[in-house]
């Protein structure tokens, strides 16, 4: 059984999180925003200021943007939230998508946020979104979407969540993480932010690992579970044997028996071979062990035979002679030179 069959989920899918999604903005119930009474979202140059730089005017900007995309496998955080409040149709849908490409996909846009049939808080979190991007083109000086904070009243939570998920559409992961790991914020997009991090980490994973042990997402699926345990791998065995434990049998096997894979695959094979093999299994695990390494599908590693032997003599288990590369030698009493005459 797979780590997937184990979880009982389907391959990551963007579409299927949206009451996921929608849940991070109904999880407080607050009074009416004060847009209504101190900025008119719904009038297009109340929120989009109509003299400096237009990021959507600047073909490099769309390019860029469009770019980045592609590298995140063709889909943005930005595209996640607006389909799912049904603002946008997903990408690769024919129709509206952001970035708007002109004015006037700009203002359709603006159109399609103001009609959602979604609250208030919805359609500012979003219309922030577009305005970081405005500041962006300005410079650092500039206060566009901050300003639209304070004019429209959007609750501190949202404007975090989304300047968060915009540094993520931006590849700024360290200022990503720093927005995402706020105590107000709820753990959504748990399994997408942990996938992208971790992918991106050129095998630094600080950053993947700094959020989710801040912010302790429960994982839905299976890729992003078996990408964190790799990278926790990657930076502690042990710590990788008790992060195991914490998952049902089924569930804790396949990772236990990935920690192995990993570990005897890696190209510093012999201090991580050491690690593991010194670690305190329970019985359990001593079992799962010795059978993967040798009926299981852990026998096709090249260091399978050694890391058995191996754990073998580190636990008092042993018998007859050791076969370790290099550590060849008879437990027995060697024969010394008058009793082999």
Known sequence: MSIHEALEVQQPDWQLRKREVTALFQSTVLSPTRASTMLDYTSFHAVFPPQGANPYLDKS?????ETLRKSFDGILFIDRVLSSLRILPPPGNNGQRYPPRDERGLRNLHTAICNAKVSAHHKLSVLYYLLLDFDLVRGHTSTVADDFVSK???????????RGLWHMDRKEFKFAVEYLTHPSLPSEFGDEIITVLIRHAQDDYSLPLAYYHTTQPVLHT????????DAITQTSVTEALYFSRTYPESTRRQLFEQLISIVLGSPAEGTRLKELVGLPFDGVEEGWFSEYLTTGEGRKLKLAANAAETRLIVTGRHRGQIRI???EEN???KRTARAAR
């Open 152 to 162: 429209s009243g959007l609750p501190r939570k949202y404007h975090l969540m989304m």
């Open 325 to 327: 590369r290099g550590l």
């Open 331 to 333: 437990i027995a009493p």
């Open 61 to 65: 900007t769309v390019t860029e943007i």
């Open 222 to 229: 299976s890729d992003a579970l078996s990408l964190l345990f």
